[in-house]
């Protein structure tokens, strides 16, 4: 791994939130100022591509990478924040319903988050 592949590995791993390569560019720019836009995407993708890290697309955001390990998510359909979620006896069932293993799957529940409903988004 290059400098910038393993800081950028670090920097998805570590974080508590789902970042953009805009987030993720912001990060690593504190390290290496003189680093460009279009090495990160070079980086990210490579990371993806090897499967190092995850890949969450919504449509109409932006997508935002994550670690990989096994987990779900809450997208909120007004402001698009993104949350983890595990449902442990998922795996299990899938398996069973399949009659044999699969390679993975990516679930995502689309709701209103408390934030919105607190704010009277939610209708």
Partial sequence: MTKYEEEIYHIITTSTGHLTVEQIYAALKKKYPKVVLATVYNNVNKLWKAGLIRK???ENMPDRYDRVIKHDHLVCQRCGKLEDISFHDL????????????????????YICQDCRNSGLAG
């Fill in 91 to 110: 795996t299990a069932s899938l398996r069973e319903q399949m009659g044999e293993e699969f390679l993975f799957y990516d679930l995502k529940i689309f």
């Fill in 56 to 58: 969450i697309s919504v």
